[in-house]
């Protein structure tokens, strides 16, 4: 993390600009700014707008990062444009994110692309992707994350998030509260920027979403107002595009790895969840549609508050810890200090693949698995 604009902007004169050649939807927030950005780029395909999208991370190829409706860049275009950086005599030292978000915008610009949605990386006022001038400014939601870089109040970290708003240009809140609501106000007055806070609208009925989870319908309520801010700029979504975007969202975006379901019998979902807020409303949805006995797969980077986290684990689930490939992972040792210290006795795994299947082997078809708590966990099952 590169907590300064510098090496993005030289990479991006280089690169002659694109990131004043094009037009964008920029997306911050702690959790859902995956859902709401991969929802949009797929409604906006759906409409017929070309549309780059740019997320992070991945969870098998690099290239996942950046697509164009749906379509990976190509392994080729990657390694020409690294080619192409590396030759240059460089006086800065961009990191693996602002290279990658250079390579998106090069690869947008290149393709013709008529609209890009653009996630954020970490926070949003200095994060690498701040550079451009979006057409509309989303943020999901705020939680603790990340407070090494951002603060550890809801009020600092909200205050980092909304530097991703600029001047005369829309903002979308998708949840607030009294902390960070007050942030949002006062930084669009600043700006002049008109504000549309979702709080309190009501939910969307008139659309079925395909993604699972009670915070999927707030997310597809950020998304839906967010085309009603955009459709006033001329940028046109009926309902069939809206209704078939949402049907055609793992075609147009790859999207995947959100309470999804990979088997009936017993009923196992992956999700991505690693930080408190993301996994309290995982955990919530869950258990609203467990029929059965409740198997927990937990694999944790050794940087998050994963002793808090698991206090929000129910109790009567039965909690199984998992290591994964990624050298952040909370190791096989530090699992097992874990059970000492706390008098349990989880079992331990070394991967995801063979949890799965010890688990599967006992567990009853009206049970529910499921696999969270880091992108590198899901990433090892595939």
């Known amino acids: 993390y590169k907590p300064d604009l510098g090496n993005i902007r030289a990479l991006c004169s280089f690169l002659g600009h694109p990131e004043k050649k094009l037009r964008f939807i920029h997306v911050a ?19 017929g707008q070309k549309t780059g999208l740019f997320t992070s991370p991945h969870l098998i190829d690099f290239r996942e990062r950046i697509r164009i409706d749906g379509k990976k860049i190509t392994e080729a275009q990657v390694v020409n444009f690294c080619e192409r950086i590396r030759q240059h005599p460089w006086n800065v030292s961009p990191s693996f994110f602002e290279i990658t978000f250079a390579m998106a915008l090069w690869h947008f610009l290149e393709q013709g692309t008529t609209l890009c949605v653009i996630e954020t990386g970490l926070g949003g006022r200095l994060d690498a992707t701040n550079i451009i ?27 980092e998030k909304a530097g991703i708003i600029k001047q005369n240009t829309p903002v979308v809140i998708g949840e607030s509260n009294n902390e960070t609501a ?18 309190g609208l009501p939910e969307i009925t008139e659309f079925q979403s395909p993604l699972l989870g ?4 707030t997310n597809l309520k950020t998304v839906i107002n967010s085309l009603n801010v955009l459709r006033s ?33 017993p009923l196992t979902l992956l999700d991505v969840s690693h930080n408190e807020d993301g996994i309290r ?64 006795e989880h079992p331990v795994y070394q991967d ?29 099952f595939f």
């Not at 009926?238 to 309470?259: E, P, S, V, Y």
């Open 281 to 344: 409303k995982t955990l919530d949805s869950v258990t609203k549609i467990n029929r059965g006995k409740l198997y927990l797969i937990y694999g944790t980077s050794s940087d998050k508050e994963y002793e808090e986290i698991m206090t929000l684990f129910p109790k009567d689930a039965l909690i199984n810890y998992c290591t994964f490939r990624n050298q952040r992972s909370l190791s096989f040792d530090e699992f097992k200090k874990l059970n000492k210290k706390n008098n349990t």
């Open 29 to 47: 927030g702690t959790n859902g700014k995956g859902s709401v950005s991969s929802m949009l780029a797929s409604i906006l395909t759906e409409s």
């Open 182 to 199: 007050s942030v949002f106000k006062e930084v669009s007055a600043l700006n002049s920027s008109p504000l549309l806070d979702c709080t």
């Open 233 to 265: 700029m001329g940028i046109e979504t009926t309902k069939d595009q809206i209704q078939n975007g949402l049907a055609k969202l793992h075609q147009h975006t790859g999207f995947t790895g959100r309470l999804q379901i990979i088997r009936n019998e």
């Open 133 to 159: 001038q979006p057409l509309i400014s989303v943020i999901t939601n705020i939680s603790l994350e990340h407070t090494q870089f951002l603060g550890n109040t809801l009020t600092s970290i909200a205050r």
């Open 352 to 380: 995801v693949k063979s949890a799965l299947k010890e688990i599967t082997q006992y567990a009853h078809a009206e049970d529910t698995i499921l696999i969270f708590g880091s992108f590198f966990l899901i990433a090892d």
């Open 214 to 217: 009670d915070y999927q319908r």
